[in-house]
Every structure is written in structure tokens, then in C-alpha cells.
């Protein structure tokens, strides 16, 4: 079983709708990271959690630390949006190792 | 402009060759990694660094080579390349501490025939 497990692994939306990512995590971590990928593109770090909720435009992310869960919200999407989405955590003790899970693809349609 | 720089973008290699990929950042940061990026796999760490000098291995490190002269540079080695290498590979880096994730660079796509 991975250490980090994303759902679901393919998400297929209309323009506007609210988006949720889920990721599931095994181990004690230091932090989360959501990241984004857009296709033949490079990857982008979008938020890091330790606890709570952050907010940045019309993204929202979550961390449950006692149920080892996060979820990323996306309102009001946009094709824009159209990227894979990847969940990352440091753990083991360390503040600098990621490991990763799968990763989401996201597609929002006009 | 302030980033992790990654070159080249592309590369295609002969079974056997050797080449480095270059990365470099000039923010300062402690923290330098290498990944790579694989169908169905997702990013899994090949080296990373904890400062000049400082060195260890991740998940995936055979057939790697990494060293640390300086805080901006962070080259990555393929001894004698395999077909088994054909990967996109993403050179990240970040400060020791405080809320803030990872630069990446732009990524290097390899092919090894």
C-alpha cells in the first residue's frame, strides 16, 4: 500500500463547479504539500499544511491530522484549472523528503 | 529572475553514455533534491542535499551521482546511461525552515536508446 494514496486518480468537470481532491496518508508527517502540474509543464507548489486550512484565490486546502486526511477544494473552476494535482508529504522524521502520491487529473470543460 | 534552473530541457543519450543535468537556484536555499517522474509511478526522490557538502541517498539512487560544492549548485550524474533512465527529472529546492514549500525547475526530459 502506497503512503500516500490521492482520489479519485481522474476528475472530469463543467466550468464552475466546486472540486474536491481527497488524499489519504499512512504515515506521521511533518507537512503536506499539494502541488500542480500542468500537462508537459513543470510543477508548481501550491500550498503547505501542517494544520488547519489555507486559502489562496479560489483554491482551498484542508488537513485533518488525527484522521491523516486533506482534501483540496477548487470553487468556481475554470478551464484553467486543467492540471494534475499532486499530494506530497514529509514524514519520517524529515522536513525535507517528499514522498508522493499519484497524482489527479483534473479536466474542466467549457 | 529567482527560480531553480534546470538545463537542458531535452536529451537524448546512447545506452552506456554518461552526462550530468545541471540545476541551480539562487535563493539561497539549503535544501536541493532530484526526482524523477514516471508514467503510473508519480515523483520519487533519486538524491537529496541538506547543504554544501551534505549528501544522501532517496528512493530510487542507483546508477546516480550526486555532489555539493555550493549552496546554488546541485548536478546530477547518470554514471552509464540505461534504457531504464528514460524519465522526466525535476530538480527542487527549499529553505530549512518556515511555511514554504518547493521550487521546482522546469524538468529534463531524458530518452536513452
Known amino acids: 500500500k502506497n503512503e500516500v494514496e490521492q482520489s479519485p486518480q481522474n476528475l472530469t468537470a463543467q466550468e464552475g463547479e466546486f472540486i474536491t481532491i481527497n488524499c489519504s496518508y499512512s504515515v506521521g508527517i511533518s507537512a503536506l504539500h499539494w502541488l500542480q502540474q500542468h500537462p508537459g509543464g513543470g510543477i508548481v507548489s501550491l500550498f503547505m499544511?501542517?494544520?488547519g486550512k489555507k486559502k489562496h484565490g479560489r483554491l482551498i486546502a484542508t488537513i485533518n491530522i488525527q484522521e491523516k486526511h486533506s482534501s483540496l477544494h477548487i470553487t468556481a473552476s475554470h478551464p484553467r484549472d486543467s492540471a494534475v494535482y499532486i499530494c506530497a508529504v514529509n514524514s519520517g522524521g524529515s522536513n525535507y523528503k517528499l514522498t508522493f502520491g499519484k497524482g489527479t487529473l483534473l479536466t474542466v470543460n467549457p | 529572475n529567482a527560480g531553480v534552473t534546470q538545463t537542458p530541457k531535452f536529451q537524448v543519450l546512447k545506452t552506456g553514455q554518461s552526462m550530468t543535468l545541471q540545476c541551480a537556484q539562487d535563493?539561497?536555499?539549503?535544501?536541493m533534491s532530484w526526482y524523477r517522474q514516471d508514467p503510473g509511478m508519480g515523483l520519487r526522490l533519486i538524491h537529496y542535499?541538506?547543504?554544501?557538502?551534505?549528501?544522501d541517498q532517496g528512493e530510487v539512487p542507483n546508477g546516480y551521482n550526486v555532489s555539493r560544492s555550493t549552496t546554488e549548485d546541485f548536478p546530477l550524474r547518470l554514471l552509464s546511461a540505461a534504457p531504464s533512465q528514460t524519465s522526466v527529472y525535476f530538480c527542487?529546492?527549499?529553505?530549512?525552515?518556515?511555511?514554504?514549500?518547493?521550487?521546482f525547475g522546469s524538468g529534463t526530459r531524458l530518452t536513452v536508446v
Open positions: 499544511l501542517s494544520s
Open positions: 542535499s541538506v547543504g554544501a557538502g551534505i549528501t
Open positions: 535563493m539561497n536555499h539549503e535544501y
Open positions: 527542487a529546492s527549499r529553505v530549512d525552515r518556515g511555511a514554504f514549500g518547493y521550487t
